[in-house]
């Protein structure tokens, strides 16, 4: 027999859409990527989750009559918190909490400049450009912790800093020379991150938009400001943010550079590790939670507000020009 | 699909959460034997080994204790940094620890939280030790570590300068001090040279010097039974020697910056005519290699005071065994093999650590050898202790930051006594 035999009618004829075929790929890369969201959770998810519940205890401090300290925790509740927010050390909080945010403005706000600057110098062709690049970069390779030794020796009052300037500024006292030799070390250390961040998205602007700029008369300024920063604002701001999201969090210039216990550059991250010291690991998780909770509401504002693009979802919206909405004839996923 | 994904995120925080919940809470430690058994292999513990001849000793012990052999951990250089491992290592309940070279002012804290554990005293020469570097070992009468070294403050001072102005001998009072410098800076020699200078950055150095500076005029912090009493005239007048010393320029403004290492620097280059230091500085400055500008020309005196001689703070380390090693009996017998007579010695001549035994001291071999061992033994003798509380890591905060505020003139020394008075009583009872 030539006729052909109808296919058996047990199952539909397979569906060619492509909503199906997403599907089916998404829950194939769910599958990939699960050991790896398993791996983040535990070691992302598990201590935030641990900590909070840790700041809801308290250790006994007393001691007993045979003078041995009571062991164990007790659970108090929110006491942690607001024992942080009240009475001295609700100062001390306040003012470690102006101190983060100080910090974390004026080293972003420096950074940006000199980054900038750096990625525009690092983007011109000339010769050991290589060379030039990887050095750069070798004050974002040494550990902060080094570094801070490192500067705390520039700025020992009979060191380097004092010798250049003809003073002689005790920088690690008390004040807002302290304050300064942070700004100054940390700005000298992660200024080539932003460099280079900024450094890729200068790469992928194309010459000819120059060249059409210059032909047009536009001066060096005029390109940098209406060619430039729009088109490198994405890198830009993923760069800042980052660098925003580093600076709240700062521990070890401070405590290292200065030394503890100076109200001047005290940060909140070094009010935890005090309190974690002496053993107190209720309040230290608290500060810990509280500063946490700060930084998501940073992060948070900036990405909503600034449009940071953290996720790469930028390509989609750029394709479509802001101002004007065009309405939708092609169904998503064909051919544009 | 926005549905399904909220849905796998609730169920991942809830499984977490309940992960955290049998994980975390409690943490009343189980039970560890305080008894002194268990053999096996060590380890000692203790800050950066500046000197270099800890590892030759240990090397001695496990030629002839094979199985039994120490391991040297050597933690950070700074104080604060080496008990806070120690306490985590003790809230880990880890035995990775085993023989803990504990700082005299922790044996409180370290016994009371049951981080070490108490020593049989008739076991060790305690009789020829010396009584208060043996005092502070010890926590409510029992002994909980046997001292390996002491440290007693000194005053250094530069005899040729002195002998410039005319002066044989070193001050024994803080206004005979002041006397000297102003006669030593009218010399040719003299000008330019500091004062004075002693510990001065917020560091537990600088409680050192404000408990010396405190107890040489006749005040305390805290008296016998561990109750504050810092807000006393005596207290204040110790405190304004200091203050004026800043105010007048006889104490360098850049000795607030000042730790051991920095005033030391500041010593061996010839800028300083008294400095108040440890006894390890001596063998370092009288070093011939050029290093030292100061060679053979300083010596050591005791302190002086407001009256009379002054009181020097006690400083030293200890030994102690943690609770959790399994092999205390092994760590018992390491500890008396390692503060024996003869290795105190040792440690003298190797890393002029200063010995805890009276006969030492009393050796006119050794007196000979080391001059400053009569000021050192006199020294320790009527050395006062820091204050003895269990809760020693605040209320050395709470000091320097009274110290370091009058210091630096953001307060009046009343002020900062006051307070000082308050906090340590608020941390006496919880």
């Given at each position: ?14 569906v060619?859409?492509?909503?199906v ?10 599958l ?15 201590p ?31 006491d ?12 001390r ?5 102006y101190?983060t ?23 011109r ?10 050095s ?7 550990p ?19 010798d ?13 020379q ?6 100054i ?5 992660t200024s ?10 200068l790469?992928?602007?194309?010459s000819e ?14 390109q940098?400001w ?25 521990f ?20 935890a ?5 002496n ?5 230290a ?14 992060a ?6 600034l ?5 790469g ?10 101002g ?7 169904a998503?996923?064909d051919?544009? | ?37 268990g ?44 008990r ?14 085993d ?8 044996t ?13 005293e ?7 030790m010396?009584?208060?570097?043996i ?17 007693g403050?000194m ?10 102005a005319?002066?044989t ?40 010097n ?9 005040g ?28 007048t ?19 061996m ?24 500008q ?11 005071g407001?009256?009379?001689?002054g009181v020097?703070s ?16 092994t ?17 003298l ?32 003798l ?14 050395t ?30 941390l006496?009872n919880?």
């Open positions: 027999m030539t006729t052909v035999q109808a296919p058996a009618q047990s199952k539909p004829p397979p060619l859409n492509k909503a075929d997403n599907r089916q790929q998404g829950r194939l890369a769910r990939l990527l699960s050991p790896t969201m398993l791996v983040l959770l535990i070691v992302i998810g598990y935030i989750l641990a900590g909070t519940y840790q700041s809801l205890f308290s250790q006994n401090q007393g001691v007993d009559e045979s003078g041995f300290v009571v062991q164990g925790d007790q659970f108090v509740g929110l942690n918190y607001t024992a942080i927010f009240s009475g001295e050390s609700g100062a909080f306040w003012n470690a909490f101190n945010t100080y910090f974390t403005v004026v080293t972003v706000t420096l950074e940006l400049i000199l980054g900038v600057a750096m990625a525009l110098i690092m983007n062709a000339f010769r050991s450009k290589g060379l030039i690049r990887a750069i970069l070798i004050p974002w390779a040494i902060t912790v080094v570094s801070a030794l490192l500067w705390r020796w520039i700025f020992d009052a009979n060191g380097i800093a004092n250049l300037l003809g003073t002689q500024v005790l920088w690690s006292t008390d004040g807002p302290a304050q300064w030799a942070v700004i070390a940390d700005v000298w250390k080539p991150f932003i460099g280079l961040l900024v450094l890729a998205g790469q992928v602007i194309p938009v120059y060249e059409a700029a210059r032909v047009d008369g536009a001066n060096a300024l005029r940098f209406s060619i430039t920063l729009p088109l490198v604002k994405p890198a830009l701001l993923v760069a800042v943010l980052f660098r925003i999201l580093d600076g709240l969090r700062m070890d210039l401070p405590f290292v550079l200065v030394g503890q216990g100076k109200p001047s550059v005290e940060t909140v991250s070094i009010l590790f005090l309190e974690n010291s053993v107190r690991y209720g309040p998780a608290a500060y810990a939670v509280i500063l946490f909770i700060y930084i998501v509401i940073v948070y504002a900036f990405v909503r507000l449009g940071a693009d953290v996720m979802d930028a390509k989609q919206k750029m394709s479509r020009p802001a004007r909405r065009r309405l939708r004839t092609v998503k996923g051919m544009p | 699909m926005r549905r399904r994904s909220s849905a796998l995120g609730a169920m991942t925080a809830i499984a977490a959460l309940v992960l955290t919940a049998c994980g975390g809470g409690g943490g009343g430690g189980g039970a560890a034997s305080t008894a002194l058994e053999t096996g292999p060590i380890t000692l513990v203790q800050g950066k080994d500046t000197s270099g001849f800890v590892q030759q000793i240990l090397d001695e012990w496990n030629a002839s204790h094979p199985d039994q052999t120490v391991t040297l951990i050597e933690l950070p250089e700074s104080a604060d940094a080496q806070q491992q120690m306490i985590q290592n003790a809230q880990a309940q880890s035995d990775a620890y023989v803990l070279v504990v700082d005299n002012v922790w409180s804290e370290f016994a009371a939280n049951r981080y070490i554990v108490e020593l049989p008739d076991q060790f020469p305690v009789a020829d010396l009584p208060p570097v005092d502070s070992a010890r926590y409510l009468g029992k002994l909980y570590a046997v001292p390996n070294s002491s440290d403050g005053l250094y001072y530069r005899t040729d300068l002195l002998e410039g005319g002066i001998e070193p001050p024994a009072t803080w206004a005979e001090l002041t006397e000297d410098c102003a006669a030593v800076a009218a010399t040719p020699a003299g000008a330019g040279v500091s004062c004075y200078a002693g510990q001065f950055e917020k560091y537990e150095g600088l409680t050192v404000f408990a010396e500076a405190v107890n040489s005029a006749g305390v912090i805290t008296d016998d039974s561990g109750t504050p009493n810092v807000n006393t005239p005596e207290a204040r007048a110790g405190l304004d020697f200091l203050v004026n010393g800043f105010q320029g006889a104490i360098p403004a850049e000795a607030i910056t000042y730790k051991e290492e920095e005033g030391r620097r500041a010593f280059e010839g800028r300083l005519l008294f400095h108040r230091q440890w006894p390890y500085q001596y063998n370092l400055a009288n070093a011939t290699d050029g290093s030292s100061v060679a053979g020309l300083f010596a050591a005196a005791p302190l002086p407001l009256d009379g001689p020097s006690l400083g030293g380390h200890a030994l102690g065994i943690s609770t959790y090693s399994k092999s205390k009996g760590a018992l017998e390491f500890i008396k093999f390692y503060t024996t007579k003869e290795n105190s010695q040792r440690y001549e190797l890393g002029s650590n200063a010995p805890i035994y009276t006969s030492i001291y009393d050796d006119p071999s050794l007196q000979a050898e080391f001059p400053y061992l009569p000021v050192l033994k006199d020294s320790i009527n050395a006062v202790p820091r204050p003895k509380v269990v809760r020693y890591g605040d209320a905060l709470a000091i320097q930051d009274a110290a370091y505020g009058a210091l630096t003139g953001e307060m009046t020394s009343e002020e900062a006594l006051t307070q000082l008075q308050t906090q340590l009583e608020a006496s919880p």
